[in-house]
């Protein structure tokens, strides 16, 4: 059987369809290539921008941590030297306090002793009179 010129001619119009399609896939191609090429630069220049900006945040950090610390040791001699004010104000008060307690035992201690030596006189007289032989009493 003979083909018929009808599926010929469609199969020629397939066959230039598809060649011309395919002629085109070079220009495509390359169209991908070029966008390939230009997102792998793009990509280059941003992971350079953020390794960039990585190490400039990595510094500030550096910095911020390093003022922290000294700001951090400022304070700490300031509390220092607040704290040992404090004790020295302290041990004022404490040596204060133990001159007028030690004053006030002392005043004790002499009334205490002035009392002593007064109950002791009172005895000595006592022991005087009873010594000294009885007076005669005097008849009216």
């Known amino acids: 059987m ?3 010129p009808q599926p010929l001619e469609s199969k020629v119009e397939e066959l230039e369809d ?12 390359d169209s991908v290539e070029l ?23 990595k510094e500030e950090l550096r910095q911020e941590m ?29 040596r204060q306090l133990m001159v007028e ?3 006030e035992t002392r005043r004790h201690m002499l009334v205490l002793h002035e009392e002593v030596i007064g109950r002791i006189a009172l005895l000595q007289e006592g022991l005087v009179e009873r010594r000294q032989p009885p007076r005669k009493k005097r008849k009216p």
């Open 2 to 4: 003979p083909m018929s």
């Open 18 to 29: 598809r060649v011309t399609r395919l002629e085109a896939l070079p220009a495509r191609i």
């Open 35 to 57: 966008q390939i090429v230009q997102l792998r630069s793009e990509m280059h220049d941003e992971f350079s921008a953020v390794r960039v900006e990585m190490r400039a945040s």
């Open 66 to 94: 390093r003022e922290s610390k000294e700001e951090l040791h400022q304070e700490m001699r300031e509390s220092e030297e607040e704290l040992r004010q404090e004790m020295r104000q302290l041990k004022e008060e404490t």
């Open 101 to 103: 307690l030690n004053d």
